[in-house]
């Protein structure tokens, strides 16, 4: 399908999303010719910080050669660049806006769709919902909504009923980039369309799952953002709760967007609100120092805790969500641990085979791989057992080339009204619901060493288990 004619308006243009992922993620998709037959993009900003056209257009051919792969070649180029321009808005001085949206769509002529993307901070999702009603702009278009969709419950519902007076939520997309990645899709493929896996993926054969996003780099200077987000609200309330609700979630009806997040929102509904023991907050030494943290700050750069998805399938299995800024490698990966099978006549203790046993490893940091983990008997006369592995490597799959990144295939898919990946208001009320008491009580941050995987504490939160993080072998 090839989405209707858009100008897309992205707020926040001159920000950091912007620059990493959206201008290139849209340059991108003009490439792979998965843009509209007509576009426009239409950058917009704060008066304070408004740009011209043309400095538009080269903030974002550095934007598409910083992140998007290196320069552009001149031709491509310029066909994008034609197609940008700016328009600066203030809650009370939205004129610059309104003419260069009305400038784009003449020059489309026939009526194209409008989507506004809100790569803003939380604070100001109000007030540019609030320009957009005002201007009438809002009218007949969709919005994209970034995370943290709120920062509790209350705020979440009070979100909602900003964003509900101006667009019905069939015009909301809230985005979570983690759903749009390739290998997190897969994750539905490669349980339902398969009778590999299906049968074994629960409470009787699977002892825990850990879904662990250590990342190496630290705040990149997103300070005001970081210190009141914090880790817990920007990757487990979002991303990591997400990708939970795709590895726990029962085989839904259709991949139609209703049949979808009902189930998602199933999980949610059956997740136990997060226990405060069971959760280590940690923030790496020198965090208080970087600029624009308070020097007594108790946000925390890293979380990793127990969650508990409390229904037939999954009672009594531990999930385990790690995630944290400054550790010692940038990972993206969901393991399943199969339950230890009676091994008596092997001769052999179970932890002999590596001490991994048999596990499902999904890494969905992009291009993605998938493992299993099993013992396998060593050649020679005895039976002695090691630790084997299958591997499938989607950089090796040739039909795979064409990926798109997290942010591409969810601007496309907005583009084409397909909420399917995209999280629903009640999904997301459920999960303030599950977090609020670590909100309510926070343990105090525990410190650690860049580099390192986090405070000491984490390995007693899993114990008997241990992380496990296998690289690709
Ligand atoms: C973002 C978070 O949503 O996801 C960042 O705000 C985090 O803190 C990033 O680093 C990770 O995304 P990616 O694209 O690197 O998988």
């Known amino acids: 399908a090839t989405p209707d004619d858009h100008v897309v308006v992205l707020f926040g243009a001159t920000g950091d999303l912007a620059r990493r992922k959206l201008l290139p993620g849209l340059y991108r998709l003009a490439q792979a010719g998965l843009m509209p037959a007509g576009y426009r993009v239409v950058g917009s900003a704060?008066?304070?910080?408004?740009?011209?056209?043309?400095?538009?257009?080269?903030?974002?051919?550095?934007?598409?050669?910083?992140?998007?792969?290196?320069e552009p070649s001149k031709p491509e180029w310029e066909r994008f660049a034609d197609a940008l321009s700016f328009g600066a808005a203030d809650p009370d001085e939205p004129g610059p806006l309104v003419a260069a949206v009305r400038a784009a769509e003449t020059a489309l002529g026939g009526g194209p769709r409008r989507l506004f993307h809100l790569?803003?901070?939380?604070?100001?999702?109000?007030?540019?919902?609030?320009?957009?009603?005002?201007?009438?702009?809002?009218?007949?278009?969709?919005?994209?909504?970034?995370?943290?969709?709120?920062?509790?419950?209350?705020?979440?519902?009070?979100?909602?009923?900003?964003?509900?007076?101006?667009?019905?939520?069939?015009?909301?997309?809230?985005?979570?980039?983690?759903?749009?990645?390739?290998?997190?899709?897969?994750?539905?493929?490669?349980?339902?369309?398969?009778?590999?896996?299906?049968?074994?993926?629960?409470?009787?054969?699977?002892s825990h799952v850990q879904i662990d996003v250590p990342e190496t780099i630290g705040i990149e200077g997103r300070a005001a953002f970081f210190e009141e987000t914090g880790t817990f609200r920007d990757m487990i309330v979002t991303h990591l709760f997400q990708v939970l609700g795709f590895v726990a979630m029962e085989p839904p009806t259709s991949l139609g967007a209703k049949a979808l997040r009902d189930e998602k929102d199933k999980v949610f509904q059956s997740l136990r609100p997060v226990d405060p023991g069971h959760v280590v907050r940690g923030q790496y030494e020198g965090y208080r120092s970087e600029p624009g943290v308070a020097p007594d700050s108790d946000t925390e750069t890293f979380v990793a805790l127990r969650a508990d998805v409390d229904n037939w399938r999954w009672a009594g299995v531990p999930f385990y969500l790690r995630s944290g800024k400054a550790l010692g490698q940038r990972r993206q990966v969901v393991t399943l641990h199969f339950k230890r099978p009676p091994l008596r006549m092997f001769d052999t203790a179970w932890a002999s085979g590596g001490g991994r046993g048999n596990a499902l490893v999904v890494d969905f940091d992009d291009p993605g791989w998938i493992a299993a983990d099993f013992l396998a008997k060593e050649p020679g006369p005895a039976m002695r057992l090691g630790p084997a592995r299958m591997t499938f490597r989607y950089a090796d799959s040739v039909q795979l080339r064409n990926g798109l990144e997290g942010y591409e295939r969810l601007i496309l898919d907005a583009m084409l009204g397909d909420q399917s990946l995209f999280t629903r208001s009640d999904g997301i009320q459920r999960l303030w619901e599950v977090a609020d008491p670590l909100l309510r009580s926070p343990r105090p941050v525990e410190p650690y060493a860049p580099g390192s995987w986090g405070p000491a504490s984490v390995d007693k939160l899993v114990a008997p288990h241990h992380w496990y993080l296998p690289d690709m072998a």
């Open 46 to 70: 704060p008066t304070a910080d408004a740009l011209s056209d043309e400095a538009f257009r080269a903030h974002a051919r550095d934007a598409v050669t910083e992140f998007g792969g290196g």
């Open 119 to 206: 790569a803003v901070p939380p604070v100001a999702f109000a007030s540019v919902i609030g320009t957009l009603d005002r201007t009438g702009l809002s009218e007949g278009g969709r919005v994209i909504i970034e995370k943290p969709f709120g920062t509790d419950l209350a705020s979440a519902r009070a979100l909602d009923g900003i964003v509900h007076a101006v667009f019905d939520e069939s015009r909301v997309f809230r985005i979570d980039h983690f759903l749009g990645k390739e290998s997190v899709d897969n994750i539905l493929a490669l349980r339902f369309a398969n009778g590999l896996f299906e049968p074994v993926w629960n409470r009787d054969h699977i």
